[in-house]
């Protein structure tokens, strides 16, 4: 059936030809019509152009969206989302003054989710995720990616990624899997990291691909948890069955996560706080989305990455949520949006792109989603009435989502 959308007030991040990012000056232009229409077919974008040259539809709906805008819905290339309950005591304890790196420490953090995890039933950890799925829908997401990473055994991984592959089976939101089983040590590996990462590569690896359960392969490659030569053992492994590295790096310190992702060809290297010349200079001319995680760096007060001095090199910049329960509990890419401007100083344009196509690239998904573009998913976000592109970060509360179309339908929102 056709849809078409007429007398949309701008239509936003449209192509013509399909870029595969955006990336330096480029990232301050945001390709738009004013006045337009857009015409749905088979769940894709079939159409667009100026009121001017509307077509007619026979049979079909159309949606008359005066005073709205149609953006793309964002992807969100970083996420945990599947995970057992909530962590807000170690909220008091980062109040309070304790670091991310001193609550990890003490057993707490990641370790924390991991027990709550070993204990919660498939069936409990679907129905949690699932909550979260609806609850980013409704804020404009229309694809996710989502990590294990909370297993830390190979049974609890094999779950949620189950969980993961469940998720896409049932909801209309495009997802891609990423297995991480190196996020944490064990305790009982604390005195011997090798043998752990052992563990990853001899008996993890092969029982998810043995089920075709990730997509990608993640490492937190960082000060006090897997160091260079863990990574590059654990990315190898992956890439001999075809899971590509998307790595945690460079949140904590100079890890060398950034160097390490490029050279194993990752497709993102996420976090990004500890950036200087020598990361920038591996990221020039690779095939690696640079991807910053402001809603983290927000809630655990860090460092803003320097966005601007990557952009002013020439490269891309992606922004994702890193909804998890530790370090990110919101999934608000809007949010995220707003973060971008007020702490990393982009532009509306620069977040727009960055959440968009950038995070599309960051999960492997450019081709069908991330902009406005002829034979992409009609994935989509109509907005309220809004008085300007720049008000949807500017209005960093407000609810501006009134639709959502995934897959050329309307999806009901809570
Ligand atoms: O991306 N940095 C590592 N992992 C997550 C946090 C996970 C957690 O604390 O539960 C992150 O911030
Ligand atoms: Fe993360």
Redesign the pocket.
């Known amino acids: 059936m056709d849809t078409l959308i007429k007398n949309i007030k701008k239509l936003v991040q449209t192509e013509d030809v399909q870029r595969k990012w955006v990336a330096g000056k480029d990232m301050a232009k945001l390709p738009s019509i004013d006045n337009a229409w857009l015409l749905i077919k088979d769940g894709l974008i079939a159409d667009f152009g100026t009121m001017d040259n509307c077509p007619e539809v026979d049979e079909g709906t159309e949606l008359d969206v005066q005073g709205r805008m149609v953006l793309p819905s964002f992807c969100d290339s970083?996420t945990?989302i599947v995970?057992p309950g909530s962590?807000e005591i170690e909220y008091g304890d980062k109040i309070k003054g304790l670091s991310?790196e001193e609550i990890?420490k003490k057993g707490g953090?990641?370790l924390?989710?991991s027990k709550l995890l070993a204990e919660t039933s498939s069936d409990d950890l679907y129905e949690q995720a699932l909550e979260r799925i609806h609850e980013i829908i409704s804020f404009g997401t229309g694809a996710v990616e989502i990590k294990s990473?909370?297993g830390l055994d190979t049974e609890n991984e094999l779950k949620m990624l189950r969980v993961i592959r469940r998720l896409k089976e049932t909801t209309p939101i495009t997802i891609k899997a990423n297995f991480?089983g190196a996020?944490?040590i064990p305790m009982e590996y604390r005195n011997d990291q090798t043998k752990f990462v052992d563990k990853v590569i001899n008996e993890m690896i092969p029982a998810v691909a043995a089920e075709d359960l990730a997509d990608y392969i993640d490492v937190?490659c960082?000060n006090g948890?897997f160091t260079v030569e863990d990574t590059e053992r654990i990315l190898m492994a992956g890439m001999k069955y075809g899971m590509r590295g998307k790595i945690?790096a460079n949140?904590?310190d100079y890890s060398g996560g950034i160097q390490v992702g490029v050279k194993y060809n990752a497709l993102s290297v996420?976090?990004l706080e500890f950036v200087g010349p020598e990361e920038i200079k591996a990221l020039q001319g690779s095939e690696t989305m640079p991807t910053v995680?402001p809603g983290?760096a927000f809630f655990?007060n860090m460092k803003s990455s320097p966005v601007r001095d990557m952009m002013n090199a020439g490269l891309p910049v992606a922004l994702a949520s890193?909804y998890?329960?530790?370090?990110?509990p919101s999934g608000n890419m809007k949010f995220i949006m707003s973060l971008g401007c007020i702490n990393y100083k982009m532009t509306p344009e620069e977040v727009i792109n960055a959440t968009t196509l950038n995070t599309a690239y960051a999960m492997g998904v450019q081709d069908e989603l991330g902009s406005i573009a002829r034979g992409k998913k009609a994935n989509l976000i109509i907005t309220k009435p809004i008085p300007s592109v720049e008000f949807l970060p500017y209005a960093y509360t407000s609810h501006l989502v009134e639709q959502v179309i995934l897959n050329g339908e309307l999806v009901a929102l809570d």
């Open positions: 970083h945990h995970y962590r991310y990890a953090g990641i924390n989710s990473g909370y991480l996020h944490s937190f960082d948890f945690h949140e904590l996420d976090h995680l983290a655990l890193d998890n329960p530790g370090s990110s």
